[in-house]
């Protein structure tokens, strides 16, 4: 994209999707440094293993597109195991091949949705707030959802590159 | 503030500050939550102590002041503990009183200078790329600094949460 005549409107929101390339790009290239093996050791004694945080991610952001009225989710099958419920290693999971792939077209789909959200549009209601409320808060708007969803992409990095490798 | 007259591009920046308050404020509720002696005790096996995460981000953050050409930065003199050095048993810290009073005084100055820009100033070059390279880079601009330092914080309140309490 060139961003040589884009408004201030335009430039903020192109910038600011820029965050979401930075942050979900590095979560990506840390799911595909780590072999099958080390998805399913623990981040640390007692804790998430990799493939529960894969899943997790997948849900959380499957979720975006319902969540800004863009569509219907893919992965809603899921949220039992990866958000409603905690890892366990009894837990009956997806093939890990088929999660990395979710991964990769989820991502997919979310860049391309984003791309054709107007400044405008990103600041209308998300599907997590009434109306009415929205009314008095603006800033609970698509954007907010958004944001927030970096940053918890983030959180979960972190985690996972405390794995010993 | 009131959201009721913004513009479209103050809305935008109003939104996107908001997730500042939002993970800055978790991260400080929990350092608050944690005694000094979990401050103390590494996250997980051979991996930092919360001490030095509160280091680490005072002084990522503090160079955000920098980095936005906005002023001087208050703790230079930590960045060789807490950035260029990795957390040792034995470095020598300072008092954690002090580094706790100065993440609540840096986080007063942040959110004021932060409130100060107008969305155009927002946009403006970062300190971190050349006049020549932001001409065709206007996305290396404050706020790509700002959403960076969000998403790292966020990053290490992940890490931090996987503390045993």
């Given at each position: 994209m060139t961003t040589a005549a884009?408004?201030?409107?335009?430039?903020?929101?192109?910038?600011?999707?820029?965050?979401?390339?930075?942050w979900v790009g590095r979560t990506s290239q840390f799911f595909d440094s780590l072999s099958d093996e080390q998805m399913l050791t623990?981040?640390?004694?007692?804790?998430n293993r990799p493939v529960y945080l894969l899943g997790h991610l997948l849900v959380v952001n499957d979720a975006i597109i319902p969540q800004l009225r863009l569509g219907e989710p893919n992965h809603a099958d899921l949220r039992e195991t990866f958000l409603d419920q905690p890892d366990r290693s009894?837990?009956?999971?997806?093939?890990?091949?088929?999660l990395?792939?979710?991964?990769k077209d989820l991502n997919v789909r979310l860049t391309t949705l984003f791309a054709q959200l107007t400044p405008?549009?990103?600041?209308?209601?998300?599907?997590?707030v009434s109306?009415?409320?929205?009314a008095k808060e603006?800033?609970?708007?698509?954007?907010a959802?958004?944001?927030s969803r970096v940053s918890h992409t983030a959180y979960h990095l972190g985690q996972l590159r405390l794995q010993p490798k």
């Open positions: 884009l408004t201030t409107e335009e430039l903020l929101i192109t910038t600011t999707l820029k965050s979401w390339e930075q623990e981040i640390a004694p007692g804790k009894d837990a009956k999971l997806p093939p890990l091949a088929e990395r792939q979710n991964w405008v549009e990103w600041l209308e209601r998300h599907a997590l109306e009415e409320d929205f603006p800033h609970r708007n698509r954007l959802i958004f944001l």
